[in-house]
């Protein structure tokens, strides 16, 4: 059964630390999304790719957080320094085009 | 720019009781809709979707939804709820031509189902 795989499920830090987190999308699938949770502001969209290029990253603080591809099996969003405000559940997703996405068990982040 | 509007925060029902979660939508262009299911710490899972052809939609669990698009609504319907619906419920729009917005999601909807 395809799935897409977040590690870590849970991560607790100091704040100032660096956090990667890493999804491994289903194989085949050409687009990938960041998405971040929390009860305040619902579902976010942080950045997504098609075909490992950033076509958008225009939801992330861009002096701290960071998205790539290094190839078709990783994906991974690096917040560095990380900050209290940025606790969450991140999200990734993988898809075909805009069709749907399937979305992973998300990282729940707590930063202290 | 796309957006979604769940007009219920929450929706109580009693057990095998008919539902309806409301979903409205706003685009310049022609859109897919989704549905979504969240379970506590859990991923979301796609309940059904609507691309193209028939506008009643069938999904999982017994769901089905409805593209209307003179109101611009998609809402979820089920005839008899169980417990284990109890779930938050997104509504979801994507541009078919791609663009900045990817998938956007909506603020969701609680169901509590009453026993």
């Known amino acids: 059964d395809a799935r897409v795989t977040q590690t870590p499920r849970h991560k607790v830090t100091e704040m100032g630390q660096e956090v990667t987190m890493r999804c491994q999308p289903i194989l085949g699938h050409n687009t990938v999304f960041w998405y971040r949770q929390t009860m305040m502001q619902g579902l976010e969209l942080l950045a997504y790719f098609r075909n490992r290029a950033p076509l958008d990253d225009s939801g992330m603080p861009k002096d701290r957080f960071s998205a790539e591809m290094p190839d078709a099996t990783l994906a991974t969003l690096k917040i560095q320094p990380s900050e209290p405000r940025d606790s969450a559940v991140y999200f990734c997703?993988?898809?075909?085009?805009?069709?749907?996405?399937?979305f992973g068990q998300g990282t729940r982040l707590t930063v202290v | 720019a796309q957006s979604v509007t769940q007009l219920d925060s929450q929706v109580p029902v009693f057990e095998e009781a008919p539902v309806e979660l409301r979903c409205n939508y706003s685009?310049?262009?022609?859109?897919?809709l989704f549905w979504y299911v969240q379970y506590p710490n859990q991923g979301l899972q796609l309940l059904l979707k609507?691309?193209?052809?028939?506008?009643l939609v069938k999904g999982i669990n017994g769901f089905e939804a409805e593209f209307n698009k003179s109101q611009t609504s998609f809402h979820l319907r089920k005839p008899s709820v169980h417990i284990s619906d109890t779930a938050e419920y997104f509504c979801a729009v994507s541009d078919p031509r791609g663009g900045a917005d990817g998938l956007t999601f909506g603020k969701g909807t609680h169901l509590i189902i009453q026993p």
């Open positions: 685009s310049s262009v022609s859109v897919y």
């Open positions: 609507y691309l193209s052809g028939s506008t």
């Open positions: 997703a993988s898809g075909l085009g805009w069709t749907e996405a399937f």
